[in-house]
């Protein structure tokens, strides 16, 4: 989520930001993480997303979740 006029739609592949890191991770469908995030060994659920600067290790986030900007969930 980088801000608004400044994203490309979302699809049904997983969106990930370039400047994000994910690693080992399985992402659902229409699922999208921000810039400057980590993801390692995580599960995201189906049109769930997380936004910037987050840090996501060993964890299932589920469905239609939202997770804001600079959470760090272990």
């Known amino acids: ?3 608004a006029g ?3 739609a979302l ?3 997983p969106t990930v930001h370039p400047e994000a890191s994910v690693e080992g991770c399985e992402l659902g469908a229409w699922t999208d993480v921000g810039r400057g ?3 390692k060994e995580s599960r995201l ?3 769930s997303y997380v936004t910037e600067w987050c840090h996501i290790v060993w964890t299932t986030i589920g469905k239609f979740c939202s997770i804001a900007n600079a ?3 272990a």
């Open 71 to 73: 959470v760090r969930q």
């Open 1 to 3: 989520m980088s801000g």
């Open 6 to 8: 400044s994203k490309s």
């Open 11 to 13: 699809s049904e592949a």
């Open 37 to 39: 995030t980590l993801m």
């Open 45 to 47: 659920g189906d049109y």
